[in-house]
């Protein structure tokens, strides 16, 4: 079996959606918590030791680092022949949704959250302009679960752990009651929380709490 250590830390979704995954699968990884906050990924030696991107999180498995999250969790699909599609037409509809995700859901909410809730003064403007690109995003996703239990069909696949993990945050750091504003999005969380083994992002990700963005 490979051996996994993940960088990352506990506030990230990108991070949390690697560890559900392999934690889903029946893997263990080794956690290296990362100091986001402080900075310690914009430094010159952090990138050129772990990820010349930049980014968190990092995958290493058997020592070979594999950085973004998207392909990592198709490559782990694959690998271990769980949570990925089953034909072409549902391969499509999954790179559809986690494309999308990636571009619109979690690109935008990620922005949102640590900007609202990790920053010493966000920019009111700046959050307007991001809530309301969400509040469409969210329609987008509100509707097409009122008619799917899942993204691409009756069961759950990597789209669905790549759109949720930013969506599972407390009220208080993503500003939105889903129960409320977005029923049909917070039955689907309620679904995925429900598969067996599931933790949440603090839950499965130790290691400092992120206070504020520096």
């Known amino acids: 079996m490979p051996s996994y250590r993940l960088h990352y830390f506990p506030e990230?979704?990108?991070s949390y959606k690697?560890?559900?995954?392999?934690?889903?699968?029946g893997q263990n990884f080794e956690p290296v918590?990362?100091?986001?906050?402080g900075g310690i990924t914009r430094t010159a030696q952090w990138r050129q030791a772990v990820n010349p991107m930049g980014e968190i999180p990092v995958l290493e498995e058997d020592g070979v680092r594999l950085t973004q999250t998207a392909p990592i969790l198709l490559k782990l699909a694959e690998q271990y022949g769980r949570f990925g599609a089953s034909d072409k037409d549902e391969q499509f509809e999954l790179l559809r949704w986690l494309f999308w995700d990636n571009h619109k859901l979690t690109g935008f909410m990620a922005t949102y959250r640590f900007q609202r809730t990790f920053t010493r003064s966000p920019d009111p403007h700046v959050l307007n302009y991001l809530r309301k690109r969400?509040?469409?995003?969210?329609?987008?996703l509100e509707r097409h679960l009122e008619q799917?239990?899942?993204?691409i069909g009756?069961?759950?696949t990597i789209a669905d752990f790549s759109m949720m993990a930013y969506l599972h945050f407390p009220a208080s750091e993503t500003g939105y009651d889903f129960a409320t504003s977005h029923p049909a999005i917070s039955a689907w969380l309620g679904r995925i929380a429900a598969l067996p083994g599931?933790?949440?992002a603090y839950d499965l990700l130790?290691?400092?709490?992120?206070?504020?963005y520096v």
């Open 12 to 14: 990230s979704g990108n």
């Open 18 to 25: 690697l560890a559900l995954m392999l934690t889903l699968c």
């Open 33 to 37: 918590w990362t100091d986001f906050g």
């Open 134 to 140: 969400l509040d469409d995003f969210l329609s987008v």
């Open 148 to 151: 799917s239990a899942f993204a």
């Open 154 to 156: 009756a069961r759950p």
């Open 198 to 200: 599931w933790k949440s």
């Open 206 to 212: 130790p290691g400092q709490r992120l206070k504020q």
